[in-house]
Structures are given as structure tokens and as C-alpha cells.
């Protein structure tokens, strides 16, 4: 379906982790080293948050308190009533890369991925573990050997999916009223496993390198295709129902707007480190949908 794309927000390094809250759209900046939010057109944009270490994933505590990753030191920050960001957990001892996009539960419970490698630096791909942060900061490893655990969503139901970015799937895990994780299955399949593990030759063996995602009243996920400039909708299972291309490189995407119904895209022309920090080209970008959100975030 050709839909009518447009511009909320332009003019930044490179957006991340779009979520719908208290009828605004919020992202992260990741070079400008910014917590933004806005109006649902884009208008009345504030700096919610200044993260020096780079931000990325966002959610919030029952109470109303910002979570935001700090990736550079590998840190989870809690923004006290008073506007001042504070350690709400250390998460360097058990993370091989970057901490970047995490959901965050009704009752205050954090699960946060990882890179699992110096991405930027043009390591080898390697395996990562998946965080739990509790409310009181405690920190404890959920999951193990996932390919690059990216954006995830839960369910209504307490199921868990995880996009795992260099694993051509998207993982569902049952959540137990502990916040513990079980029945481990694949629930969207691309197609295999990279063979290389060199990033320039993984990449042209992605399908879909499943980023940041949003569940619709459906059961379906939209997620962001990081290899291939679109958005795609998807069913359990993998099949591909719908897609936004947008002619630009696509990083995160979330269901928000007043009705639920406008789907919210980070653009970018690449995820080249260097070159965004250099450029101010990034987007948010918004197209109408017909299933409303769902779930978390």
C-alpha cells in the first residue's frame, strides 16, 4: 500500500528509540547526546535529558521516572523529580558492547540488549547476553547467545520479542511474574544465521536486520529492516504483510499519535558512526496506519 510519508523532526545526527508517552513522541539524539520529545506533529520540541555518554533506550518506572541507557559507560540512568540524572545500575560487568535499546514493564523491570562487539570498530560479530534490571538496580542476565539483542516489545500477554539484529529473527520469550524468562523459540525467521562473521559480509546475508520494533492490537510487529531503508509488518511466523520504504535508512520505528495509529520512523542515510556525527541529515519520520498499538513500549 503507497502511503504519504512526513517529516516530524529533521535536521539531527542520528534518532533512536522512539516511544509514545504522555501524548508526546520521544526519542534519543545519539550524538547530539540528547533526550528529546515533541508534540504528535513535532511541534513544542523539548530536551527532556542530556546524556553525555549517548543515549539510547528509553522507558519509564510506575512512579514516572525517565530509564535511560547511557551507552559509552554502560550505565542504566534514572531522571530524579528535580530534572537530575542518576545511576540506576551499572551494567559494564556484564555486557560485551554497547547497552542500546531496552523495554521496560508495568512494574518498573528493565531488558536491555547489547551489541555483543565494538560494532563501530568493525569487530567481529559475536553473541550477547540479554539484562534484567530490576527496580532496585539489581542487574541479572536473562538470556545468552543472541545475535545483537535490539529492539524488543511485550506483549499484552507477557511474551517478550526480541529483535536480534544479526540473526535474520525476531525471539519470543514467556515473562514469569518474577520477570524471569522461559519457553525460548524463534517467532519471526528471515532466514539463517550469518555464516561470516565479518559485518560487510553478514550484512548482504540479512533478509531483515530486525532493529527497533512496535506491536499493533493485532499481534503483528512493525519493525525497523536496518539493511534496507523500510519498515516491515510481521506476522508470527515471518511473513511479511506490509512494508514503508522510505528511502533512507531505517533504525526504529514505534506506533504512537493520539489514535495509535501513526507509525514514527528514525531515518538516517547510514549507521556509519563518523559520518552521522558529522552531519545533521537524520529524520523522524510518520505514516498513517490501520491497527493501533499495543503492548510495550
Known amino acids: 500500500m503507497r502511503r504519504e510519508l512526513t517529516t516530524v523532526l529533521s535536521g539531527r545526527s542520528f534518532l533512536e528509540c522512539p516511544r509514545w508517552h504522555d501524548d508526546r513522541i520521544w526519542v534519543v539524539d545519539f550524538y547530539t547526546h540528547e533526550v528529546l520529545s515533541a508534540a504528535e506533529d513535532g511541534s513544542d520540541l523539548r530536551t527532556e535529558a542530556a546524556v553525555p ?5 528509553l522507558g519509564w518506572l510506575p512512579d514516572g521516572r525517565l530509564l535511560v541507557v547511557s551507552m559509552r559507560d554502560a550505565t542504566l540512568l534514572r531522571r530524579e523529580s528535580d530534572g537530575s540524572l542518576v545511576v540506576h545500575a551499572d551494567l559494564a560487568p556484564h555486557v560485551s558492547g554497547h547497552p542500546n535499546d531496552m523495554v521496560v514493564d508495568g512494574q518498573g523491570r528493565a531488558y536491555v540488549g547489547n551489541f555483543g562487539f565494538d560494532l563501530m570498530a568493525g569487530a567481529p560479530i559475536g553473541p550477547a547476553v540479554l539484562l534484567r534490571v530490576d527496580p532496585d538496580g539489581t542487574v541479572t542476565r536473562v538470556a545468552e547467545d543472541l545475535m545483537f539483542p535490539n529492539g524488543s516489545v511485550l506483549t499484552d500477554d507477557g511474551v517478550l520479542l526480541v529483535a536480534e539484529t544479526f540473526g535474520n529473527r525476531v525471539t519470543a520469550f514467556d515473562v514469569a511474574a518474577d520477570g524471569s524468562l522461559s519457553g525460548r523459540r524463534v517467532w519471526a525467521e528471515f532466514g539463517p544465521v550469518p555464516a561470516s562473521t565479518v559485518i560487510a559480509d553478514a ?4 533478509v531483515v536486520a530486525p532493529d527497533g520494533c512496535g506491536l499493533d492490537a493485532e499481534g503483528l510487529l512493525w519493525v525497523a529492516d536496518a539493511a534496507h531503508g523500510r519498515a516491515v509488518r510481521v506476522r508470527e511466523g515471518g511473513e511479511i504483510v506490509d512494508e514503508v520504504v522510505t528511502g533512507s535508512g531505517v533504525f526504529a520505528c514505534m506506533l504512537g499519535g493520539s489514535d495509535g495509529r501513526t507509525l514514527y520512523l528514525c531515518a538516517a542515510p547510514d549507521f556509519d558512526e563518523h559520518a552521522r ?5 537524520a529524520q523522524l519520520l510518520a505514516v498513517r496506519v490501520e491497527v493501533p498499538r499495543a503492548g510495550r513500549p
Open 277 to 281: 556525527i558529522a552531519a545533521r541529515d
Open 53 to 57: 555518554q549517548q543515549p539510547s533506550g
Open 203 to 206: 550484512l548482504p546475508e540479512l
